[in-house]
């Protein structure tokens, strides 16, 4: 059974910090790209940040120069470092894998909040 395990969300005060974590179990395949997702009430899910096996980075205009993604492919884990949080960036976020052999996997969701 495939599982998609994330933690670190919660309440923050604008201009703090988060650090998201997202490990993955039971995947068969190698793990292709690895992204994280966030959708806020009223809004389409959009992407936020993504990172290929070798290495290679794309992210939202929203977030670039205030996140960072990066992968551990020996424990399957993509983690998200959110700096300088605003109170737009409130949402739920959402892991995301997709393997070799086109599976994608989703996680079940963790709330970020910015608020004062």
């Known amino acids: 059974q495939v599982q998609l395990v994330e933690s670190g969300g919660g309440l923050v005060q604008p201009g703090g910090s988060l650090g998201l974590s997202c490990t993955a179990s039971?995947?068969?395949?190698?793990?292709?790209?690895m992204g994280w997702y966030r959708q806020a009430p009223g809004k389409q899910r959009e992407l936020v940040a993504a990172?290929?096996?070798?290495?290679?980075?794309n992210y939202a205009d929203s977030v670039k120069g205030r996140f960072t993604i990066s992968r551990d492919n020996a424990k399957r884990t993509v983690s998200l470092q959110m700096n300088m949080l605003k109170p737009e960036d409130t949402a739920v976020y959402y892991c995301?894998?997709?393997?070799?052999?086109?599976?994608?996997?989703w996680g079940q969701g963790t709330q970020v909040t910015v608020s004062s």
């Open positions: 990172i290929t096996s070798g290495g290679g980075t």
């Open positions: 039971g995947i068969t395949f190698r793990i292709k790209l």
């Open positions: 995301n894998m997709e393997s070799y052999g086109n599976y994608i996997y």
